[in-house]
């Protein structure tokens, strides 16, 4: 069973329409596919045709509930052709609020839970988010393993970046589990520029952590939610039915790697190929209390694989970070106490779509 979370903070980017989407064209070729509507909009509940007021119960019962009291199946509601429904419900709103006393960390595992007791039948699980970061997204990254970010390829889209790289970044260090994370570009319109210049630049940046796939603007998606039936099923010959089907093929094809905590370093290093090249880079400063590295090669996830070593000299601390890397062009920045910007020590840097400097980092 694969879990995947369809996340990002910024509002009306096709979260919803991925999740529904993709469902209904993972479900077409054949698989099981469970929809889990984490937000209160209820918009994934509607966009699959059931009414979130007609439901006797929803995620809700679910959640305010210590994990393992209730069954996620005593929720599930059909959607037609291999698609269910965990549906959502405005009383979700009011989760973080009841919980607000109760500050554990438990707190955030409970639809994990929920979905590891669920008897082996699903392939997919395709949970869509709310538009925050706030407990409802934390279960929802909690329980996956993938994460597929929706990025709008309009005028005002790659202002998001910076705050999306952030949201990665969290969800590493607050998660505690090693998530794969690819970028989707979205609601794309080819006839202007602007957006063919966004997408170069977000593959760019992205590089293969960006599905080939692109979703194009497509008033039949839109249709298609407001008739409750996703688009393979609404009008199957579509623009937008046909790039869902190819976004269905490229997540089949390409599950994520198998995390194998269990090798040891050295037998890491000695499997990797001949190619590779240790690279050694330091970061000197005397304020600061915590320092990563982020770039395009571990995913834009500060210290994804990097070892770090940190020495004191007199005043000023020293961060070694060691990682390894294939012969290429990289970009990255530093993680200062939260702040992210380039390597004050480095002379090659880029400008970012964003109005943000990357450095630059050439292995030979
Ligand atoms: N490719 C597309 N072509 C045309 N319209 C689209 C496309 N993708 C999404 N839309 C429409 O844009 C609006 C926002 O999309 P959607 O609801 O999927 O975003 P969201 O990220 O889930 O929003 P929210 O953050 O509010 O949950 C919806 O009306 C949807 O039908
Ligand atoms: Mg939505």
């Known amino acids: 069973m694969r879990v995947i979370a369809i996340v990002n903070q910024k509002g009306g980017c096709g979260k919803t329409t991925t999740t529904v989407n993709l469902a209904g064209a993972l479900a077409a070729d054949g698989a099981r ?3 889990v509507d984490l937000d209160p909009q209820a918009h994934a509940t509607l966009a699959l045709g059931v009414d979130p ?3 006797d119960e929803n995620l809700y019962e679910i959640l305010a509930e210590p994990a393992g009291t209730r069954s996620l199946e005593e929720v599930i509601v059909g959607a037609g052709d291999g ?9 979700l709103s009011a989760l973080e609020q009841k919980l607000a006393g109760e500050r554990h960390d438990s707190l955030t595992e409970r639809l994990s839970i929920a979905l590891e007791n669920l008897p082996p039948y699903y392939d997919y699980v395709l949970i869509d988010c709310p538009p925050n970061v706030g407990l409802l997204t934390f279960n929802a990254l909690r329980a996956s393993r993938e994460v597929i970010i929706p990025l709008e390829m309009s005028f005002f889209a790659v202002d998001g970046v910076q705050k999306l790289l952030e949201t990665v970044a969290l969800l590493n260090d607050r998660i505690g589990h090693d998530i794969s994370v690819r970028i989707l570009p979205t609601l ?3 006839r202007t520029r602007y957006a063919r210049q966004t997408l170069g ?6 590089k293969d952590l960006c599905f080939d796939s692109v979703i194009r603007l497509n008033v039949k998606l839109r249709e298609a939610a407001r008739a409750g039936k996703p688009i393979s099923r609404y009008a199957p010959s579509a623009n937008g039915a046909r790039d869902y089907a190819a976004l269905a093929i490229e997540v089949e094809a390409t599950p994520p790697p198998v995390e194998r905590t269990d090798i040891p370093r050295e037998e890491k290093e000695a499997t990797s190929s001949d190619a590779t090249r240790e690279v050694v880079i330091r970061y000197r400063d005397a304020q600061a209390g915590e320092v990563r590295i982020a770039g395009d090669f571990n995913g834009w996830i500060p210290d994804k694989g ?11 601390r020293i961060w070694t970070k060691v990682f390894y890397l294939q012969p290429g062009t990289y970009q990255y920045r530093y993680v200062v106490d939260g702040e992210w910007f380039r390597d ?12 943000q400097e990357n450095s630059l980092l050439v292995v030979r």
């Open 33 to 35: 596919v469970l929809v």
């Open 201 to 206: 630049d977000v593959r760019e940046l992205f």
């Open 188 to 190: 794309y319109d080819g």
């Open 53 to 55: 007021e007609e439901q």
């Open 83 to 91: 698609l269910d429904l965990a549906p959502s419900s405005i009383v």
């Open 306 to 316: 990097v070892r770090s070593m940190i020495e004191s000299e007199g005043e000023t």
């Open 344 to 355: 004050p020590d480095n002379n090659e840097w880029i400008p970012t779509p964003a109005g």
